[in-house]
């Protein structure tokens, strides 16, 4: 039997990315980084439309967050194409 206090909660959230259309312009999608560093995918518009994946923290971080990712996560970020990201972090 799990002990449920060592299960962490998911408390809050940022977003570390975006999914832009084609036109790398149009969001359709944010990634969020939960506290307990999990990924989730918020649509805005629709799946098939991502095409580019925006980083808006440094690439390290994403990385890291990929790697603990659901593999049906971390294989559809995979096929999007790196677009820019800034040189700050989240």
Partial sequence: MRDMAMIEER???EVIARLLAADRKRAVGLVYLWNTG??????????????????LCHLE????????AAAETT????????????DGQC
Avoid: C, N, Y
Wanted: aromatic content about 8%; cysteine-free; hydrophobic content about 50%.
């Fill in 11 to 13: 408390l809050e959230a």
């Fill in 38 to 55: 999990e990924l989730s995918l918020l649509w805005t518009g629709q799946r098939s439309a991502a095409s580019f994946l925006e980083p």
């Fill in 61 to 68: 971080i994403l990385m890291k967050a990929k790697s603990a």
């Fill in 75 to 86: 294989a559809f970020l995979d096929s999007l194409v790196l677009h820019g990201g800034p």
